[in-house]
């Protein structure tokens, strides 16, 4: 099976823009879920989406929202950036059918500058 | 809320020896799930090892295996054998049941194999 995938995997964008990221989970998986990674944060929770709908979401403000469609294909998007936005947006599937199949599998990430 | 902390920021290992990396976590949940995922430079997140809370018998997967102590909530990372490959950053997840798929995670160590 192919991995998770995710699109682009680079970015480079100005304070005020507003971006969209792409995330394609392993065929059959069904919860999607996404991680901001900095140097100062570490690893953190944004959201998960299963079956087209947010399950759970981190702390993070309105400006970070995300969806998924019928297909698990699932998108994020960040408005109004901020310089702190920087960071390595990593995307994880998981079967999320309980037991021993719940470990999630990670994208390579998308590398967000925000100038 | 749950915390996981990971005390050794930085670490570094002779190849061919062993080294064990250590996980603390804080939760009051009876059931949840552990893991030990590495991030290799400029690679994506793999999964190392996981370890299911009611589950007695420490997970061992080739030259990896976990010390889980359920009391004093303690999930160290064994690794045998280290090769030059296994230099990378390894992160201690926690995650409290199969409805919150999102993963808490420590902040990281850093092991260096050594030639």
């Known amino acids: 099976k192919a991995g998770v995938t995710q699109t682009p995997r680079y970015l480079i964008k100005t304070r005020g823009q507003q971006v969209t990221l792409s995330c394609s989970p392993i065929?059959?998986?069904?919860?999607v879920s996404w991680y901001q990674q900095t140097p100062g944060q570490g690893l953190q929770f944004l959201f998960e989406y299963f079956s087209e709908t947010q399950r759970n979401k981190g702390n993070f403000p309105g400006r970070f929202s995300g969806r998924q469609f019928s297909n698990s294909r699932s998108e994020m998007n960040v408005s109004t950036l901020e310089l702190g936005d920087s960071a390595l947006y990593l995307c994880?599937?998981?079967?999320?059918?309980?037991?021993?199949?719940?470990?999630?599998?990670f994208g390579p990430g998308t590398r967000l500058t925000v100038l | 809320a749950q915390t996981v902390t990971q005390s050794q920021p930085e670490m570094s290992v002779q190849e061919a020896e062993t080294v064990t990396l250590s996980c603390t976590y804080d939760t009051s949940e009876s059931n949840y799930y552990l893991f030990w995922y590495k991030q290799p430079p400029s690679r994506q997140m793999i999964l190392v090892i996981r370890?299911?809370?009611?589950?007695?018998q420490n997970a061992t997967e080739n030259r990896f295996s976990v010390n889980f102590q359920k009391a004093a909530k303690s999930f160290s990372l064994k690794i045998s054998d280290s090769q030059l490959g296994d230099t990378a950053m390894y992160f201690c997840?926690?995650?409290?049941?199969?409805?919150?798929?999102?993963?808490?995670f420590g902040p990281g160590t850093r092991l260096s194999v050594l030639p």
């Open positions: 370890q299911e809370a009611y589950k007695q």
């Open positions: 997840a926690f995650m409290k049941d199969n409805y919150g798929q999102n993963f808490v």
């Open positions: 994880a599937s998981s079967p999320r059918q309980g037991g021993s199949t719940d470990t999630q599998y």
């Open positions: 065929s059959g998986h069904r919860s």
